[in-house]
């Protein structure tokens, strides 16, 4: 699939459920849904729901706006500032001074994963994201 064709596969809502395992042992699990609406040639997706650690539990909600090349997905920040380009299973994002080294399968499309694996002195974590069409 394209990255224009995988963009536009996103359109529409999907179930989101995302385990975060601290390297200090602690976990979190965000389950909600993301919805991808159009804006202008881009899709913006508007992650809300409910994120829990330990006993306590709060609404969480994240945007991201994607665009796609002709060889990448581009994935920004609301504000339209670059987060990280997808042009294999891999992407990449410096957060100086953390990292964040992003892996996507799409392989059971239209059930599809990505895992986060983010290291530096402020953070060090790893999740993994499953979606699923609703």
Not at 21 to 38: C, I, K, N, Q
Not at 40 to 65: D, I, K, S, Y
Not at 89 to 99: E, G, I, K, Q, R
Request: hydrophobic share 35%; glycine share 8%.
């Amino acid at each position: 699939m394209t990255p224009p064709e995988r963009l536009a596969g996103l359109l529409g809502t999907w179930r989101t459920l995302r385990v975060i395992r601290h390297a200090d042992g602690t976990r979190a699990r965000f389950e909600g849904e993301s919805r991808w609406v159009p804006e202008g040639a881009a899709l913006r997706c508007l992650e809300t729901g409910r994120l829990t650690q330990g006993r306590q539990g709060f609404e969480a909600r994240r945007e991201t706006l994607w665009r796609a090349t002709p060889k990448t997905l581009e994935v920004a920040f609301a504000d339209g500032r670059p987060f990280h380009s997808i042009a294999g299973p891999s992407a990449h994002h410096d957060c100086a001074p953390d990292t964040y080294v992003l892996t996507y399968d799409w392989g059971n499309w239209p059930r599809w994963s990505v895992r986060w694996r983010v290291t530096g002195p402020r953070k060090d974590y790893r999740a993994l994201t499953r979606y699923r069409r609703l």
